[in-house]
């Protein structure tokens, strides 16, 4: 028998429910790839928890190895932690969302710890808020964000809200690695009980209150509250709580996709509730058609990422990239802060280094600093919880359509998100002009600059060594040119020593006119991803030349 072979049979001799057993056998009788990527390693649990496919075996999540996940952190808590400890859990719309919660939480609790355990979906930055909230050790929220209904994950959260990062992430990781059976796990109730405490609407009310005390421009939200904007949470959790915000902000013509408001981890309408996918907007483009609406809004599953669309000036409805709904939110605050006096050398705003480099750009004209950090909103997080004492964290945000303002979240927020772009479209009312107008106001300021990201999808064990001889190939032979113009500066985030980041899996090339190629694998999809970027007038016709020399 291979090794897997013998794992698998592990399982079915092992103290498994039956329904896991006969899942197995079937498995392996039907599909023999399959059940070979099912068991042929453990599920990875690395510096920002879980995720993959949902099925039975051990590189899957399933009750077992969310329990294992839960059974680690809780020991490195109890190691690590003096005094009662308490983890918030949340969970969004996926299927068996709610299960792992469960599990989760009776996990903890069994082991002495208690349980803030949200009462239904809530949104993953709204987990974030509420562990400062509750004053709470740790988070988990259960969410595979806006990958397709067959994943599922288990994000973990520190004390700060924001995910953790280094050196308790790699601790906890290690201490995850030691559970290497269910039957080290406390599935069942024992001497010790934290107890499970329901929480909901007391957080939603805390979590909006702080969310309008963001706001800048009041009086032309009110001047221009008939704004007509389309929202649609993708049959996530954000179907309660966005509509909310814009209502209390005042906005009085919103309208929904009904047919994406449904709860539903199937997501039915679309092929991937991805924002960043044209087809996930669709319902909602044709929604703002029928109703003529100046803005489209759709936020992913877990409502951390925002995607829109914007009323163009020739008529039709214009998508926006993460970069370009970034730069115009930067613009916009920074704006009204200088405008409010409220900047000084101690406000700060935050990018991650596959971000465009226009929002530099903007805070440099406004004399503000901007961290660079690698991808990850975790990172944002982690500039955020060092300058506490000595700064304030104004805006940040990353190409994959996560932004943020203020200290309230320690997440990228799609509830913050769509506040800030209604009220930053009433603004633009205001001073007679749309959201396109304005964006096109700030490339004839800094210079026109345009972005796109290409990922190749490689499944499975296979996939997996196909992605790293692409990056090894890289490395080993690095492109002299890009789009015709010469490389003249190659990073390599694998090598601290010389970037000052953690190292990471990413590769960087920038020719003499500023151009930019990032290639790294993705850290939660079985892809690996291609960022172009490209300055100048002709900068679409660069982007379509990289895109040739990269994606065959």
Not at 94 to 118: K, M, Q, T, W
Request: proline share 4%; glycine share 8%; aromatic share 8%.
């Amino acid at each position: 028998m291979k090794e897997y072979e013998k794992i698998a049979e592990a399982w079915l001799q092992g103290n498994f429910d039956e329904e896991t057993k006969a899942s197995i056998v079937e498995l392996r009788d039907s599909d023999p790839v399959a059940f070979e990527d099912a068991f042929y390693k453990n599920l990875e649990f690395g510096t920002g928890g879980l995720r993959g496919l949902m099925g039975v075996g051990t590189n899957r999540m399933n009750r077992y190895t969310v329990g294992m996940a839960t059974q680690g952190l809780a020991n490195y808590i109890k190691e690590n932690v003096d005094g009662d400890a308490s983890v918030c859990i949340s969970f969004d719309s996926r299927n068996n969302s709610r299960l792992f919660a469960g599990i989760s939480a009776e996990v903890l609790s069994n082991n002495g710890i208690h349980v803030y355990l949200f009462d239904d979906i809530h949104p993953t930055p709204e987990l974030s808020y509420s562990i400062r909230l509750k004053g709470a050790t740790a988070g988990i929220m259960i969410t595979a964000s806006h990958n397709p209904k067959e994943y599922n994950g288990y994000k973990v959260f520190w004390s700060d809200g924001g995910q953790i990062t280094s050196p308790v992430d790699k601790d906890i990781v290690a201490e995850v690695a030691k559970i290497t059976d269910p039957s080290q796990v406390r599935f069942s109730p024992g001497d010790e009980c934290g107890g499970i405490e329901i929480m909901g609407k007391d957080v939603d009310e805390a979590y909006l209150h702080d969310i309008l005390s963001l706001t800048l421009s009041p009086e032309a939200v009110s001047r221009h509250n008939d704004l007509k904007i389309v929202y649609t949470p993708l049959h996530g959790c954000g179907v309660h709580l966005v509509p909310e915000v814009l209502d209390r902000m005042g906005f009085k013509n919103v309208y929904h996709v009904p047919e994406q408001d449904v709860s539903d981890g199937n997501f039915p309408t679309v092929s991937s509730p991805n924002p960043e996918e044209p087809a996930a907007m669709k319902m909602a483009l044709d929604k703002a058609e029928e109703v003529g609406a100046d803005i489209v809004m759709a936020t992913d599953p877990d409502a951390d990422r925002l995607g829109i669309a914007i009323r163009s000036d020739d008529g039709g409805m214009l998508r926006l990239n993460g970069n370009q709904t970034a730069s115009m939110l930067t613009y916009y605050i920074l704006t009204r802060w200088k405008e409010l006096g409220k900047l000084d050398s101690s406000k700060y705003c935050v990018k991650t280094i596959v971000t465009t480099e226009l929002i530099a750009d903007i805070c440099k004209s406004f004399g503000v600093k901007c961290y660079n950090v690698l991808t990850g909103f975790k990172y944002i997080a982690e500039v955020v919880r060092a300058h506490e004492q000595d700064g304030e964290f104004i805006c940040g945000g990353e190409e994959s359509y996560g932004f943020n303002v203020g200290q309230f979240v320690r997440d990228k927020c799609a509830q913050v998100s769509c506040a800030m772009v209604a009220e930053c479209a009433a603004w633009a009312a205001d001073r007679g002009m749309t959201l396109h107008s304005l964006l096109k106001e700030i490339y004839a300021k800094y210079g026109y600059r345009l972005e796109s990201m290409v990922y190749i999808v490689r499944k499975g064990k296979t996939g997996a060594e196909e992605i790293s001889r692409i990056m090894a190939d890289y490395r080993t032979n690095p492109p002299a040119e890009i789009a015709g113009c010469k490389v003249v500066r190659v990073i390599d985030y694998s090598k601290p020593e010389t970037t000052g980041l953690p190292a990471s899996n990413v590769l960087q090339f920038f020719d003499s006119e500023g151009d930019v190629v990032s290639v790294r694998p993705s850290g939660t999809e079985p892809k690996i991803k291609f960022y172009f970027g490209a300055v100048g007038d002709n900068a679409p016709e660069k982007v379509k030349a990289l895109r040739d020399q990269f994606i065959s």
